[in-house]
């Protein structure tokens, strides 16, 4: 797998491209991401607890460490699948052939279950897409596991009771493991240091991405991360176990704030009014706290036979009562974070742990 990643990848990151663990003159462009005075803090906050800055793509990500983010960007723009793979061909290459406007509804099996292509519909029209080779559903955990049942592969007594003929009895939908955690913040930072839109997006800032690709406008926010291995983890032996995973959000609370946290993380807005209302317009950051590998497991079932119903999610978590430990564990090692000497001198806690 690295062999086909590095062959990807065109790398101008924070780290070292020759060190056999990056690619050159790939298709995917990785660039440095713009970094805050606050995100530089937090870098060196974590040397100061005697954790290496490191590429954590050279040297896992399975290592303690804090790292700077790369972006798959170019120019400072966003570099997506469709322009690295896509824009260039998809008129010109004639094995290659994208439909808009088409939501699949099944996978197509014949009498010895094999795939032989997709149901789908566009635009109202129930169509057909048949398979000279195999076909390969990637419509995302979720959405792969909900065509699956709907095609009859599924757990039998669920599909039964929907009235889906079953063709292969198997516990799809079981298991359902996600990386989840807290978001811990807002702390509040000295002025100038942090992403504040009202401020930072302007004339200038604009002209200066457009024309360079740098400045604030360049950064997705999320400016770097760090793993550690949790005490429960090195008490189970495991030292090479990173099971928290924390990423660190250069942003303010400013007046769109609310709106997009709602909407990227689910929020319910009063709640997420009353959190950060008092933060608003200041220089502010968060640290979003997650688990890697969560112990307890959910389950996702269908709601109906109507594939364009949402199925029906229920993850369990913090049900396990060590994902519950461990994120505890990571969210008071964030807050203890800004009380070392590089943050004390320039920001303050805000809420109270």
Not at 65 to 71: E, I, N, Q, V, Y
Not at 239 to 246: C, G, L, S, Y
Request: a positive charge.
């Amino acid at each position: 797998m690295l062999r086909i990643y590095k062959e990807m990848e065109d790398y101008h990151g924070y780290f070292d491209k020759n060190d056999g663990s990056h690619g050159n003159g790939g298709e995917v462009s990785i660039e440095k991401s713009h970094l805050q005075i606050v995100t530089q803090r937090f870098l060196a906050a974590g040397k100061e607890l005697n954790f290496k800055i490191r590429d954590p793509c050279a040297y896992g990500p399975l290592t303690d460490g804090f790292a700077a983010m790369d972006s798959t960007s170019k120019g400072g723009k966003r570099w997506s699948s469709y322009s690295s793979h896509l824009k260039n061909i998809i008129h010109s290459r004639q094995s290659l052939r994208v439909e808009r406007f088409a939501t699949v509804t099944k996978v197509l099996l014949d009498e010895k279950n094999r795939a032989y292509g997709v149901e789908y519909v566009q635009r109202g029209k129930t169509k057909r897409a048949i398979a000279e080779k195999e076909v390969i559903l990637s419509a995302s955990s979720i959405k792969s596991a909900q065509i699956i049942m709907l095609s009859g592969i599924g757990p039998k007594e669920h599909l039964e009771e929907l009235g889906i003929p079953v063709k292969v009895d198997l516990p799809v939908g079981k298991n359902l493991q996600d990386k989840y955690g807290a978001l811990v913040g807002p702390f509040i930072a000295d002025s100038g240091t942090s992403f504040l839109l009202e401020r930072d997006v302007n004339l200038r800032t604009l002209v200066e991405w457009q024309l360079y690709g740098t400045g604030p406008i360049q950064s997705s926010r999320v400016e770097a991360s760090n793993t550690f291995s949790s005490s429960y983890a090195k008490r189970g032996g495991y030292t090479d176990f990173q099971d928290i995973h924390t990423y660190f959000l250069a942003w303010s609370v400013d007046s769109r704030f609310k709106e997009t946290m709602s909407l990227a993380f689910n929020l319910n807005e009063n709640v997420l009014q009353n959190y950060i209302g008092k933060a608003k317009g200041f220089d502010s950051f968060f640290q979003l706290v997650t688990i890697n590998y969560p112990f307890g497991s959910g389950e996702m079932r269908l709601k109906d036979r109507n594939p364009f119903s949402q199925p029906l999610l229920d993850p369990k978590y913090l049900q396990h009562p060590r994902d519950v430990e461990v994120l505890v564990e990571g969210i008071k090692f964030s807050a203890n974070l800004f009380r070392n000497q590089v943050f004390s001198k320039f920001s303050r806690e805000y809420n109270e742990f």
